[in-house]
């Protein structure tokens, strides 16, 4: 499965890529994240996105572009992704589609999470006093200030994004002031009504699925995972061979039933002659005494 995840910073795209990642087993592409990482190692991509980030403004086009390419080829992102950030301008949009057409990759969907701006900076307000609180690191731009030009660059290069996938057809909105909960149920109602999962895996990550989401997790979670995924081919057997005996039952039990007819035949058969052979026994009788008279 592989989609976008499209809103305005603070609109829940990175919450609810993460309940994604835990219930299908893809994996996150968060430019925003690996600009971060970049930035915090001093790469040369760092170095040219710090300014830029802490201003609110966008990185160059082909510098996320060519992040992005590098990271779809990651052996992790085989199975899926969920582009969470990325793209943010239609060309982007535009590298992406090459790419994927260049990969032989299907994009399922384009959701997006629409939401109230004035709601956002509340939202983003809050999550600040929250984590000051806690004594969370704040990221430097999560302010209010920073957000305003974040949500300025987001309706200037990024909303023309909705039409775009609007036009091509893959665009599905979803209210993204509804509670995490109601977001996250109407994401999945989405994917399966658009075919993108299967309604079987509903609620849980399924198989290999459920094994490369714990391989995260650290060493217990991934034993019992694998536990788990080792046990579903056992699983199935069993319920091949039960359905094997059901369809032996199938077929020996038409069987039976004729061998019953041919017996039940053959009894009628031998009563009749037994009863010809009394019979004539009995004429022979008659017919002695009668001689003898
Ligand atoms: P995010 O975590 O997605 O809000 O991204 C944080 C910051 O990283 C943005 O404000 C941009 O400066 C930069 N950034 C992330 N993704 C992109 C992108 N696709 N194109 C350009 N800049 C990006």
């Known amino acids: 499965m592989r989609i976008i995840l499209l809103g305005p910073p603070g609109s829940g ?3 609810q890529a993460q309940r994604l990642v835990q219930r299908y087993g893809i994996v996150q592409l968060s430019t925003g994240e690996m600009l971060r990482a970049a930035v915090a190692a001093g790469t040369p991509v760092g170095l040219k996105a710090k300014e830029i980030m802490a201003s609110g403004g966008l990185v160059p086009d082909d510098v996320v572009v060519g992040i992005i390419s590098d990271r779809i080829d990651q052996p992790d992102a085989k199975n899926g992704f969920i582009l969470d950030g990325f793209p943010r301008t239609v060309p982007q949009a535009e590298a992406l589609d090459e790419l994927l057409k260049h990969k032989h990759f299907k994009l399922d969907a384009v959701i997006e999470l629409r939401v109230n701006e004035s709601a956002l900076l509340n939202r983003v307000e809050t999550r600040v006093a929250q984590m000051r609180e806690r004594g969370e690191e704040v990221r430097l731009d999560d302010t209010p200030e920073v ?3 974040r949500l300025a660059s987001y309706r200037n ?5 909705i039409h775009y996938y609007s036009e091509r057809r893959k665009l599905s909105t979803i209210d993204g002031m509804m509670a995490i909960d109601e977001v996250t149920r109407a994401i999945h109602r989405l994917l399966l009504a658009l075919g993108a999962v299967e309604p079987k895996v509903h609620g849980k990550a399924h198989g290999k699925a ?4 714990a391989a995260k997790a650290g060493p217990a979670k991934k034993a019992k995972a694998a536990k788990k995924s080792a046990k579903k081919p ?3 057997t069993k319920k091949a061979a039960k359905s094997r005996k059901a369809a032996k039952k199938a077929v020996t039990g038409p069987k039976k039933a004729a061998k019953k007819t041919v017996k039940k035949k053959a009894a009628k058969k031998t009563a009749r002659k037994a009863v010809k052979k009394g019979a004539k026994k009995a004429a022979k009788k008659v017919t002695k005494k009668r001689a003898k008279r």
């Open 147 to 149: 957000l305003t030009k």
């Open 13 to 15: 795209k990175g919450t």
């Open 210 to 213: 459920r094994a490369r989401s």
């Open 234 to 236: 056992a699983k199935t």
């Open 157 to 161: 290069q990024t909303e023309p994004l």
